[in-house]
C-alpha cells in the first residue's frame, strides 16, 4: 500500500521550505510530504493523487479550482493571511462546508506564528497524526539489504528482483534501486521520468538536508513497490562507489522507514563487493548450460581470491524450473509461475518458515 500523502501549498517559497524542514527534521511524519509554491502544479498533481492532509496558504486556496478540494484532499488546514477573526473564519468556513457538500474537514491556523505552533494545531486537530512523536524514522541499522546478482546474463535477474519487491511489498515497506547499466526501464514502462537516481545522488552529495524534501516526487511507485528511477548515464553509475550507495541506502531508508531495499546489480558499478558484503541475502540466478557453469564458477573462485567468502556465505542459487510464461508487463509480477516460485524463496528462505 502506497504512504498517505500530506502536501503543503503556499507561493511564498521561502516560508514553505522553511516550513516542511521544520516538519522533517523534527516530526518524523510518518506521510509523503510534497510541498508546493504554485496552485497549478498542486492541481496537476491532484489529478493523479489524493491528498489525506493539505496545508495550504489561503491565498494558495483561492486559486484552487472547488472540485480538486472536495474529491482529492480529506483534511484540509487553512493558513490563514488575513485580520478576521478565526471564529469568523471557521464559521465562514462550516457555512462553505454545507453549501458545496464538501467532505472535506478544513480548519484555519494562523499563518504568523511559530512552526512548533501550527504543528501543535496539527496534531490536535488532524486525524492520524496522533503517533507523531512515536512513530519516528527506520533506523538505518534495521534496514534489510538484498542483493540480486548474477554473472551469467539474461537470466531472468531483474524479472526475479521486480518480482520479489512486489511480493515483499504486500506485508512490508520495499524500495527497489536498479543500478544496471542499461535498465530500459523507461521504456519497458512507456513512461519518461523529470527525476532519476542522478538527482537524488546530487542531493545526497551536495545538499543532503534536502533530500528528504525532494525524495518523494522522485520516488515512483508499481503495484505497491516503491523504486527510484535508474540513472540513465552509465558514466555517473562508473563514479559512485560502492560506500556512497550504502550510504545512500541507509539514508533513504532512514527518511522513508524502508524495511526492505532491493539492490538489482551489476557488474558495471563501481564497489560491487562492498555492496554484496553488506547485503542481509544475496540470490544469483544460474543455468545449467556449460557458459553459465563455467562463469558462475569464475565469480566463485574470485571471492575466493579475495577472501569475500562472507558473500557466498549470503548467497542462494536459484535455479528456475521451465515456466511456460514469464510476464511481461512489470505491473503483473505478483501473478504466475515466477511469482509462486519466489513465493516460495521468501517464505522458506527470507522468513526462514
Known sequence: MRQKIFAICD??????????????????????????????????????????????????LEMLRTEYVRHQVVQMFILQENDL????????????????????????????QSPEKIVATLLESADGLTDWYR?????????????????????????FALTMGQVLAREHK?????????SGFGQMLGREFLADMTDVMYYFRCDKEKLALHLPSIIQNINGLDYIPPMQ????????????????????????????IILDLDDGMSG???????????YT?????????????QYEQILKFHELEEIADKTVKCRFPVFKEVPVNLELMTHGELAGYVKTVIREDLYGK
Open 11 to 60: 507561493m511564498e517559497e521561502a516560508y514553505a521550505l522553511r516550513m516542511a524542514e521544520y516538519m522533517l527534521e523534527k516530526m518524523r511524519i510518518p506521510y509523503a510530504l510534497h510541498l508546493f509554491t504554485k496552485v497549478e502544479e498542486l492541481e496537476k498533481f491532484m489529478e493523479q493523487e489524493q491528498i489525506e492532509i493539505l496545508l495550504i496558504a489561503e491565498s494558495a
Open 85 to 112: 477573526q478565526e471564529s469568523d473564519l471557521q464559521g465562514d468556513m462550516a457555512q462553505k462546508d454545507e453549501t458545496q457538500e464538501d467532505r472535506t474537514s478544513a480548519c484555519y491556523i494562523s499563518k504568523f
Open 135 to 159: 512513530i519516528g524514522m527506520q533506523s538505518a541499522e534495521e534496514v534489510k539489504l538484498i542483493g540480486v546478482y548474477s554473472p551469467i546474463k539474461r537470466c531472468l535477474q531483474t524479472t
Open 174 to 182: 520495499v524500495l527497489y534501486f536498479n543500478l544496471e547499466n542499461y
Open 233 to 260: 548515464s552509465q558514466t555517473e553509475l562508473w563514479e559512485t562507489e560502492g560506500r556512497q550507495w550504502l550510504e545512500l541506502c541507509r539514508k533513504i531508508a532512514e527518511i522513508g522507514a524502508y524495511e526492505y
Open 272 to 282: 560491487l563487493f562492498g555492496l554484496l558484503r553488506e547485503c542481509y541475502k544475496i
Open 285 to 297: 540466478i544460474t543455468r545449467e548450460d556449460s557458459f553459465a557453469v563455467a562463469k558462475l564458477n
